[in-house]
């Protein structure tokens, strides 16, 4: 298994413009998260999906958008890059939304906006 | 709202030390913890959890935390570092009725000196 697979691994943006974030997984996992990594902040919750054709919002939601057409893959969406979302982003999944169940993470985005 | 807190945000020491990282969280109700770490240019990978039963848990690479639920802490051990150690460490927190919701600290920067 590959697990859990982002792209890009690095990105650099201007102010304005848009991109995906890709999020992957091969372990039939229901439960996807995205996550922003920022200095001294920890991880942060920007959306969750508890199966395909459902998502809702976490801690940070504003400037993104994810959508879940399948169980197997959650993209990240900025619409209009602003230098706050320069941040490394992480995709997480696990086998349910339990507690109890272990999140794996992906290797991280790197984003810049200029 | 659930809270995480780690007392240190850097810490040095030299191998064959012995390395303690603190956690506190809020929470109102029943949780479970998490301790991940970060190699340099690494993804998150679990450390260890802890759900019920005995509060000493022991991880990987012969990391062990305590929890002590009088005190809402989580506090992680290492008898003796190594240099590989070098990593940022991440306590977590989820509610048992939070769906997923893992709650970060900031995290701690540790760094291992030969």
């Known amino acids: 298994n590959a697990g859990v697979t982002q792209t890009p691994k690095f990105q650099v943006l201007k102010t304005g413009q848009s991109m995906t974030l890709q999020c992957a997984q091969d372990?039939?996992?229901?439960?996807m998260s995205w996550y922003r990594q920022d200095p001294g902040m920890g991880l942060r919750l920007i959306h969750y999906?508890?199966?395909?054709?459902?998502?809702d919002q976490g801690e940070v939601p504003n400037g993104y958008n994810v959508s879940r057409s399948t169980t197997e893959d959650f993209p990240l969406r900025l619409l209009s890059a602003a230098p706050s979302q320069t941040s490394v982003y992480f995709c997480?999944?696990?086998?349910?939304?339990?507690?109890?169940?272990?999140?794996?993470f992906g290797p991280g985005t790197r984003l810049t906006v200029l | 709202a659930q809270s995480v807190s780690q007392h240190n945000h850097h810490v040095i020491l030299s191998e064959a030390a012995s390395l303690e990282l603190g956690c506190n969280y809020s929470?109102?109700?029943?949780?479970?913890l998490f301790w991940y770490v970060q190699y340099p240019g690494q993804h998150l990978q679990l450390l260890l959890k802890?759900?019920?039963?005995?509060?000493l848990v022991k991880g990987i690479k012969g990391f062990e935390a305590e929890f002590i639920k009088s005190k809402f802490s989580f506090n992680l051990r290492k008898p003796s570092v190594q240099w590989s150690d070098t990593a940022e460490y991440f306590c977590?927190?989820?509610?048992?009725?939070?769906?997923?919701?893992?709650?970060f600290g900031a995290g701690t920067q540790v760094v291992v000196t030969p």
């Open positions: 999906s508890v199966g395909a054709g459902i998502t």
């Open positions: 997480a999944s696990s086998y349910t939304n339990r507690a109890y169940n272990e999140q794996f």
């Open positions: 977590a927190v989820i509610g048992t009725d939070s769906w997923g919701k893992l709650q």
């Open positions: 372990m039939n996992h229901e439960y």
């Open positions: 802890y759900f019920s039963g005995d509060p």
């Open positions: 929470y109102g109700g029943t949780v479970n």
